[in-house]
Each structure stands twice: as structure tokens, then as C-alpha cells.
């Protein structure tokens, strides 16, 4: 901006992030994907176009992962995931539920995320095929595209790719993360009916188990709450942002 170009930041999560309140007054335009973080910043010069990765998501044809992860295509699938490396705190509160999920309907694929995998296989004994146990993930487009239901933590990332395709979410947000972001970031599906929040202290076995049957044995609720991400979502954000730096 010193030296006469044109400069816009991004901000991905509802909270503002240091480095973008420190820059927020020299730049020519800022971009959100939130309303609080909208509500934050001058109105004059910000735009509400969303997250990249909608975009790169959207464009994505999923591959079969029906047989890759050994999942019946006949049943509705539920999809656990706590980021890329997992998180220790959830797969401890998860043990009960998981060992529930064995006489439902649905199927569950659970991450437990690369470290806790062997000490996750350990608790939990042998399942039946409704339970399938990874570590990890690489091909989460195609998984998500086949979700019925997706239980995941709050990231920026995370929400951009659920309301771009259009999935139903139960939302754990990471306790763990500056100002509390992923809460925020959570609230604002939650608000809109696209999701449903517990909090990472509220987690129980109860609860949550009956919050997926509510969702998975529900296909009105499931509709609403495909259409409410879809309305939050931003498929776009790629052409939209690059349109904005154009007209600069």
C-alpha cells in the first residue's frame, strides 16, 4: 500500500486474525466469508464473497469411495472427522458412541486422525462392518460428496467445502484455537439451520447418538439442512474474488 499498489487481505474465520486488524486500515479491499467478521470491518470496502476452496471443491467429480473404504452404497452414510490429524480429546468421548453406531441403520466412517489410530483400534475391540476405522483421508472431496451426514470441527477450510456441496453437518468446534474462531464460525451454520453445534464440554454418548438418528432417520430435517449450507455456501469465490482484484 506504501508504495502505490492496489492491496486486499482476506479473512477466512468469523474472528479477525491479528495480522488482518493490523492491515485492515491501509488496504484498498477485504474480503469475508462470515457476517460477523462483515459486521467487523468497514462496510465501505469490504465484500462478503466466501472461502477459495468452495470453489475448488465444487468443481471436484468424486471418485467411488464406497469400495475403497469397504462402505455399503445402500446405506446412509455418516462421515467423523476432527481436522487432519485427529484429536485425542473427541476419539475418547467417541468410544461409547461408536460401539452404539454397531446396531444402526447407517454406516460410520470414522478418522481418528494418523497418531491415534492403533490406540483408537485397541479400545475398541472388533466392530462390525457398520463401523469403518481410518486414519486418515486423502481424497476428502469424493468422501464428502458421498456423505449423508458429516460430524467435523468448525475450520474455515472444513465449512467452506460442507456448504459448497451441500451436507447436513454436526459441528464440534476445537476448543483449542485462537479466540475461539471455530465457535464463532460453527454459530453461524447453526443459526441458519444448516447445522447442528455441540460444544467440545457438552460432548456425550446420549446426546449426540440420538442428534445423528434425529438427522439420518429424518429426511425433511436432512433437506432443510441441505438447502440452508447450500444457501450459506459460496461455489463461486474463486471468480468473484479474481473479478474484485480485477476491477482494482
Known amino acids: 500500500a506504501r508504495l502505490g499498489y492496489k492491496t486486499m487481505i482476506h479473512e477466512q474465520n468469523s474472528i479477525i486474525g491479528l495480522t488482518n486488524k493490523i492491515l485492515v486500515k491501509n488496504v484498498d479491499r477485504i474480503v469475508c466469508c462470515y457476517d460477523k467478521a462483515y459486521e467487523s470491518f468497514p462496510k465501505e470496502k469490504t465484500y462478503k464473497l466466501g472461502n477459495p476452496r468452495a470453489s475448488v471443491i465444487a468443481k471436484i467429480e468424486p471418485k467411488d469411495i464406497f469400495k475403497k473404504y469397504d462402505l455399503d452404497p445402500n446405506k446412509p452414510l455418516v462421515t467423523i472427522v476432527m481436522g487432519s490429524l485427529g484429536s485425542k480429546s473427541v476419539n475418547e468421548k467417541m468410544i461409547e458412541s461408536l460401539k452404539a453406531f454397531e446396531n444402526k441403520d447407517y454406516q460410520v466412517l470414522y478418522v481418528t486422525g494418523k497418531?491415534?489410530?492403533?490406540?483408537?483400534?485397541?479400545?475398541?475391540?472388533?466392530?462390525?462392518?457398520?463401523?469403518?476405522?481410518?486414519?486418515?483421508?486423502?481424497?476428502?472431496?469424493?468422501?464428502?460428496?458421498?456423505?449423508?451426514?458429516?460430524?467435523?470441527?468448525?475450520?474455515?477450510?472444513?465449512?467452506?467445502?460442507?456448504?459448497?456441496?451441500?451436507?447436513?453437518?454436526?459441528?464440534?468446534?476445537?476448543?483449542?484455537?485462537?479466540?475461539?474462531?471455530?465457535?464463532?464460525?460453527?454459530?453461524?451454520?447453526?443459526?441458519?439451520?444448516?447445522?447442528?453445534?455441540?460444544?467440545?464440554?457438552?460432548?456425550?454418548?446420549?446426546?449426540?447418538?440420538?442428534?445423528?438418528?434425529?438427522?439420518?432417520?429424518?429426511?425433511?430435517?436432512?433437506?432443510?439442512?441441505?438447502?440452508?449450507?447450500?444457501?450459506?455456501?459460496?461455489?463461486?469465490?474463486?471468480?468473484?474474488?479474481?473479478?474484485?482484484?480485477?476491477?482494482?
Open 115 to 248: 497418531p491415534y489410530y492403533q490406540q483408537m483400534e485397541e479400545q475398541l475391540g472388533k466392530l462390525n462392518d457398520n463401523i469403518k476405522l481410518v486414519p486418515y483421508i486423502d481424497d476428502m472431496p469424493s468422501v464428502l460428496k458421498n456423505t449423508t451426514l458429516v460430524v467435523s470441527r468448525a475450520g474455515a477450510s472444513t465449512l467452506a467445502e460442507i456448504t459448497a456441496v451441500g451436507i447436513p453437518s454436526i459441528l464440534i468446534p476445537s476448543p483449542y484455537v485462537v479466540a475461539n474462531h471455530q465457535e464463532y464460525n460453527a454459530r453461524e451454520l447453526a443459526d441458519n439451520d444448516a447445522a447442528m453445534l455441540i460444544l467440545e464440554a457438552d460432548l456425550n454418548s446420549k446426546d449426540f447418538v440420538n442428534k445423528v438418528d434425529e438427522i439420518i432417520n429424518n429426511q425433511i430435517l436432512q433437506e432443510s439442512m441441505k438447502k440452508n449450507a447450500v444457501a450459506l455456501g459460496k461455489p463461486n469465490a474463486c471468480q468473484d474474488i479474481y473479478q474484485l482484484i480485477k476491477e482494482m
